[in-house]
């Protein structure tokens, strides 16, 4: 998401300090006003669909909605409003998921059916990494999100072996298994496959031959070990992006170049000497 | 909790540290006693909780749990008389537990419904801790507790991740799938949700569409592959917590390296003596 | 695998070019079209085992398969034709997967039943780890590989071991659990006894006295803690592995120090010039 | 197990190294030859407990069970005839096992009941060990082994605090859930409990209040989350492990001390020059 920026000054810029940004009191109390009614909406939409609970207080749930719906739909006017190209902010994932979480309620409107989409709601729940971010909750997870980075290409890997495996076993376990142990296709063997193998095990379909049990043991001990591989190579990944936090930000004086241990007391690339507050005497170049 | 003193000198000093020390051999004897009566009092729980058991043996565990209900109160008494600042005890954490234990019996006498409650004694095995303490195990488990510390802001931040993404997950599968497999609401989509991702798959609930059985994939193999996320970065901790452990954050004089062992009396580098409050000879030591 | 090589010159040299590499738009052109190939013949498959499917659309299914039977065929006869040791190939992994890919297929037309075995051409999915390849994805997959042949005796001496303790555990469970709770011979008590630890927990067989169920709480709890092993072993070995990847063996000619980094040009320690093969002033080279 | 001895000299020395060691080929075979009797004896009860298996070559079995029970008996007999003190043997781990493996069936002929015991021979599996030590995979388990034994202490403590949490949750469980959803009693509830939390569930027993329902979420995310514990303890007593093979295993010649890094040029506890086949001027010592 590119940085947003506001329309202008006065009224607006002060509108964009509020809802945008959380550095004043006003802005933290929006954030966590925001939140709160994103809980509320949230808890509405999960109640609704509780059939007990649709019919004692259907309608509360009803104006409950509407009522956060016209609060949402406000606060959608209002980010357009002191904003000085909204439709920037229209396109950016936030801005989509805070228009589709208005949009069921008002197609309704016109559209019966479309009350079932306001499901889509849940989507807002999103926004509550905000207030996460000023608990300072989510710096922390930056740790995370770099170790997943690093580690994507070798997990896809894995997903993708995986899938192959799950595959291959399942079509030969589909044409052990009789039908009716609900092995009926291929691709409802990989469902099962799956579920064995990531150790799920639901029991809605289960080999019931000895040489079908015989393949399942093969996929659930090769699911039950193979998990060391994505969580070997995930904490090595961790483990590699807390020592980085032992390399010096600081740039060699000689070549520029950045990346030296902290304990480096020599530039690595060029020999010149790292700390520039004490002279560098040749004679001392051997004690180190 | 705070430490706890003793009322006076003489007999309750006495009674201070057989109760609440276990230095001395009548301590570690009433500590033994207590953790033996606990298992005694949860025992008695479990089995009375047994249909087959309480016919047969009803009579039993109720004298059983008198004696044992007396018994907690002399402690409790013996506590309070023992205290300087008995309410302070009262309040702590054990304190509470300890009245908790005894509380239900007592009721029962006056309300018939409060005998349900007994089953709170459970709590009382916290004071088990105590025994593990003795054996030393509990100190080994610091490195356990100091590593979840760390890893604690980061853990969360996983779990809420986690419940968002069931909560998006679930919402769909409440949407394909039939009420008749079991996704009457969205607050059981999400049960069930956790039960697939969390790899537990009771398989009370179970999709029946394709669709719906697709969707389960996705989530069983995200369950199956982000339990990486915490297992990495407690890994980590753990790493990083024996590291700090063994490595002294003191330099070295002579050559100002770091990374020193604890027990390192010398630098491992430049021979140079690591301690500098005794005399180390200037002339060894070059400028760093 | 052994390298491959071309028949001749001219038009054979070409198609091993296209077929066998991929450093041409020509050939990377060719494993993009062979990877669709495979993803449209597995499709087929994985569809036509759906009853439903199958009775709607078995036509078209069976025509795709001819068609596809014949392009692979095809594809089996420009590889044997441009090659110098066709034999080679046909010996090869890869080989023996082609030829049993289309092998079903043409069989069904002499012997009917051949057809089920159509689902061997699922093998053919292997092949898909060409695009991978390109996609440089594998490159990173050998971290996965190293770590994991460094740490195959160990997890082949974990897996016996656990193979043992299930054999042990499930002859107690047969003993002692009735034969209508589904435990009717020892090999179905240790098929119960994998889906336990390995903590799949289908729930086809589950323990109904109090004494199994003990039994079976022990089973869970080894389950669930010695996974421990392959996880830890493997998550140090990738690690291991990172770390040799990051330094240099080669040892400081100024100091003697080792745990370069690969880019290291200067000794970090003492600011000597690490490659040796250029000149380096004697003069700052202390005796190590 | 002490190390035995063997009885003599000429032909009972010959019997002990055949049958106790493993260095000359003889010795060897009996080795290979054991392995593949236990293997023999451990399918013929496996597959005799089957049924169908039981009813047809029932007979086949019977004679198979006395030949291995025969040649079991002449091994232990040999194994005391050749030992000098063969107490000590029948008293080891492996001397219990072999004698409890022959004993069912000898008992058998006079006690009809005492046959079923012949499942106990399932631990003569463990004489397997043998040939796995030959192959040289118990050596590659000691890492293995001696990471468990310094972890032993947190893992136990681990599974402490998990049952005590289990047994408090199951209590509240317990409280809430009616008994027709199999909540019978505690040590049920702790049964689920603990099916729960290591994410085996069986579904044999499943909460369905809403309320039970909530509580279930939370053993299920904590035994979903809580598994990073061990594994994490576990990686890096491994890792710990692998590092300790960067120690030297010399001893300072100053101070007679060992656990010197391998790329320590001073002892670190006297400051002794560690490499005793240079001299070790003091010039030399601030170039490192």
Redesign the interface.
């Known amino acids: 998401m590119q940085p947003l920026k506001p329309a202008g000054v006065g009224l607006r810029t002060r509108l964009f300090q509020i809802i945008f940004e959380s550095s004043t009191p006003l802005g933290k109390g929006f954030d966590i006003a925001l939140a709160l009614l994103i809980l509320l909406s949230?808890t509405v939409?999960?109640?609704d669909?509780?059939?007990t609970y649709h019919q004692r207080y259907g309608d509360y749930f009803y104006y409950a909605e509407w009522v956060v719906t016209a609060l949402f739909t406000l606060e959608i006017g209002l980010r357009i409003y002191c904003l000085e190209k909204p439709i920037q902010y229209l396109k950016s994932f936030y801005g989509v998921i805070d228009v589709l979480a208005v949009l069921p309620t008002w197609l309704a409107l016109v559209l019966p059916g479309a009350q079932?989409l306001v499901?889509i709601r849940?989507?807002r729940?999103?926004r509550?990494f905000r207030v996460?971010e000023m608990m300072s909750?989510?710096g922390?997870?930056k740790?995370?999100v770099d170790?997943?980075k690093r580690s994507r290409?070798?997990?896809?890997?894995?997903?993708?072996s995986?899938m192959?495996l799950v595959?291959?076993f399942s079509?030969?376990i589909?044409?052990i298994e009789p039908a009716e142990a609900g092995f009926?296709?291929?691709?409802?063997a990989?469902?099962w496959g799956?579920?064995?193998?990531?150790?799920?095990?639901?029991?809605?379909i289960?080999p019931v031959t000895?040489l079908g049990?015989?393949i399942?043991?093969m996929i659930?001990?090769t699911?039950?070990?193979i998990?060391?591989?994505?969580?070997?190579?995930?904490?090595?990944?961790?483990?590699?992006t807390?020592r980085n936090e032992r390399y010096s930000d600081e740039a060699c004086p000689g070549c520029g170049k950045h990346q030296?241990?902290r304990?480096?007391?020599?530039?690595?690339?060029?020999?010149t000497?790292l700390n520039e507050e004490?002279t560098n005497p040749p004679e001392?170049?051997?004690?180190?």
């Open positions: 949230v939409v999960l109640l669909s509780v059939e079932t499901v849940l989507l729940t999103l509550l996460l909750l989510v922390q997870g740790l995370l170790a997943m290409g070798q997990i896809m890997l894995f997903l993708f995986v192959m595959t291959i079509s030969i589909y044409l009926t296709s291929i691709p409802k990989i469902y799956i579920v064995t193998l990531t150790t799920v095990g639901y029991g809605d289960t000895p049990q015989f399942s043991i659930m001990l699911g039950y070990s998990i060391a591989l994505p969580v070997g190579v995930f904490s090595a990944e961790v483990i590699q807390l030296h241990e304990d480096a007391r020599y530039c690595k690339f060029c020999g000497w004490t001392e170049k051997p004690a180190s």
